[in-house]
Nanobody, 124 residues
Framework: QVQLVESGGGLVQAGGSLSLSCAASGGTFSNYAVGWFRQAPGKEREFVAAINWSGDYTNYADSVKGRFTISRDGAKTTVILQMNSLEPEDTAVYYC?????????????????WGKGTLVTVSS
């Protein structure tokens, strides 16, 4: 079972950018759909973005389309979430998640593995 390690969170002003990284530990992301979810204070966890195992298909929540981009490296060991034009509403703990299945299943039913999360704070 692959383990996930997130990095790259922090504090940024509205309109700024951050890049989150999710690294696979103890394996690679081969045959895994990998996604990012977030949970804001007092709210339920929500889907943000996902990429399939080959990297040729992505899916985004409507709230981040056009601002966030998910990608993965050729070695299938790292998934990046590039976040641009950040808004205070993007403030949340961001979690990386991986499932040995399709993006649709990952979004609907959850993941086989979760990271511990990284905090993103966007100030107005």
């Amino acid at each position: 079972q692959v383990q996930l390690v997130e990095s790259g969170g922090g504090l940024v002003q509205a309109g700024g950018s951050l890049s989150l990284s999710c690294a696979a530990s103890g394996g690679t992301f081969s045959n895994y759909a990998v996604g990012w979810f977030r949970q804001a204070p007092g709210k339920e966890r929500e889907f943000v973005a996902a990429i399939n195992w080959s990297g040729d298909y992505t899916n985004y929540a409507d709230s981040v389309k056009g601002r966030f981009t998910i990608s993965r490296d050729g070695a299938k060991t790292t998934v990046i979430l590039q976040m641009n034009s950040l808004e205070p509403e993007d403030t949340a703990v961001y979690y990386c998640a991986a499932a040995r299945t399709t993006i649709g299943y990952l979004i609907a039913y959850g993941a086989d593995a979760w990271g511990k999360g990284t905090l993103v704070t966007v100030s107005s």
